[in-house]
């Protein structure tokens, strides 16, 4: 979209380059580094999806919080129980996630969860009470949380009953979709202003 068209511009961004890589590190990254950048800056405003990505995306781009708008991703418990494909031999070690959907999918299919305490996943669980967070490097802590959900049932069922209600209300997409709207249009009451 051209910026000199007066149509509002509202841009998303769930990762960025420099996330996904810890670092920049070769022309290909930089190259799409400095799209992101150019994105993020010629926006009216941005929608993050989750408070770790508003910090990132205003320390890597120097943006305002004014244009940065947080609204979760969601999830539609029937899309559950679809399959995956793993690839064999792939392992890539969980320090770098923005949002940390697959939290909120184990939440939705009321399974207890436990996440390693990093990025958007410390947002998505809420320690001790719809789930625990392990700090990454933790195997210990890791164990112990595993270990007292198994032996005590009731609190299991606790912790997914609370997240089960998160899921209800917090992600659910017609809450989020009223939320994205609201977004689109201040991004319009921004563009007019200018």
Not at 131 to 137: L, N, T, V
Not at 155 to 182: F, G, P, S
Request: glycine residues 8%.
């Amino acid at each position: 979209m051209s910026v000199n068209s007066r149509l509002p511009l509202a841009a998303t961004i769930h990762a960025t380059e420099y996330g996904r890589n810890r670092g920049i590190h070769n022309d290909i990254q930089r190259r799409i580094h400095s799209l992101e950048e150019r994105l993020v800056n010629s926006a009216d405003v941005v929608i993050c999806c989750s408070s770790y990505m508003v910090e990132e995306i205003t320390r890597l781009f120097g943006v305002t919080r004014e244009k940065l708008f947080l609204i979760p991703n969601g999830v539609d418990p029937a899309n559950l129980g679809i399959p995956r494909q793993l690839v064999p031999g792939e392992k890539e070690p969980r320090l770098y996630e923005p949002f940390g959907i697959v939290a909120l999918e184990a939440m939705t299919a009321q399974i207890p969860v436990i996440v390693s305490d990093i990025g958007g996943l410390s947002e998505v669980v809420s320690h001790g009470i719809d789930g625990y967070k392990a700090p990454p490097g933790r195997p210990d802590l890791l164990a112990y949380y595993i270990r007292e959900i198994l032996v005590n049932p009731g609190l299991a069922m606790d912790l997914t009953r609370r997240a089960w209600n998160k899921v209800l209300t917090v992600y659910d997409w017609n809450n989020i979709a009223v939320e994205t709207l609201d977004v689109y249009r201040e991004a319009g009451i921004i563009a007019r202003g200018n």
